[in-house]
């Protein structure tokens, strides 16, 4: 998956982290990145077989992580889960919402219940993982969350209405969070990556929360010019590893952004500049 370890840089030592999605993708390589950095980290994720798989390339960093099977969509199965993960770690001082799904269809053609599936997920499940860690941050050191929005949210990506909405709302709730906790210290961040190899644009992921994108048999191809990369990637690529996006994550939920809140920092290669 391209991680590259910095071993040079120990930010986390001491700090005790919850990845949701961490089973794949983005969510993975921030596991990884966090572990590398000296963190406590319990990765969440619906897919048992992910979660192994994020155990076994942790490899000798495997002593610092926990898993745990977690739906993010479902309000008691959030409750339980986070309640797990926090009295593993002790606590909590990282929250990182990297669990998703990726669906794309003709606007005319998206069902009520596939749009309502990827608010739940998506958007909803940001909304329930934060509500239920919030007591635990707030008594944790240099607390900070780091969501996961979208180049969708502010770009026009086509056949992807849905995901758009749910990845515009966790951009929105991340600066009313961000206000609303502002004086109780805790952090509020979001990611905006874009063109991104990940668990849910290869299709790698558990089937129902990070599916790949499936475009429309008929899609018009000629839509996406605007959304290409303008930094040229080895073997001509059009996507980025997730090392790409995790490195950015580990920043935003470390000490070392301690003045900056309330933003999102996009991670695109300058396709929407």
């Known amino acids: 998956m391209g991680f590259i370890r910095m071993a040079h840089l120990q930010r986390y030592d001491g700090r005790r982290v919850l990845i949701t999605g961490g089973g794949s993708g983005i969510g993975q390589a921030s596991v990884l990145r966090i572990l590398d950095e000296g963190g406590s980290v319990v990765a969440a994720d619906i897919s048992e077989e992910g979660l192994r798989d994020t155990t076994a390339r942790a490899s000798d960093l495997g002593r610092r992580l926990s898993t745990i099977v977690l739906d993010v969509g479902d309000e008691e199965s959030v409750r339980n889960g ?7 770690l002790g606590g909590l001082d990282t929250l990182i919402n990297a669990a998703g799904v990726l669906r794309s269809s003709h606007f005319e053609q998206t069902t009520l219940a596939e749009f309502e599936q990827i608010l739940r997920i998506n958007l909803m ?118 090392d790409s996006v995790a490195s950015v994550v580990a920043m935003l939920g470390s000490p070392d952004a301690y003045f900056i809140t309330g933003t999102e920092v996009r991670i695109d290669g300058g396709s929407h500049m």
């Open 82 to 88: 986070v309640a797990e993960a926090i009295e593993r």
């Open 125 to 242: 499940g940001t909304f329930l993982v934060t509500r239920e860690s919030i007591a635990a941050l707030r008594k944790g050191t240099g607390p900070a969350v780091v969501n996961f929005s979208s180049t969708s949210a502010m770009f026009a990506h086509p056949y992807m209405s849905a995901y758009a909405a749910s990845k515009g709302g966790i951009q929105a709730m991340t600066h009313a969070l961000a206000m609303e906790f502002s004086k109780q210290g805790i952090r509020f961040n979001a990611v905006q990556p874009g063109s991104i190899s990940s668990g849910m644009t290869d299709g790698s992921g558990e089937a129902g929360q990070s599916a790949g994108p499936g475009l429309p048999a008929d899609a018009d191809f000629t839509l996406f010019t605007k959304i290409s990369p303008a930094v040229p990637l080895a073997d001509g690529a059009i996507f980025a590893g997730p």
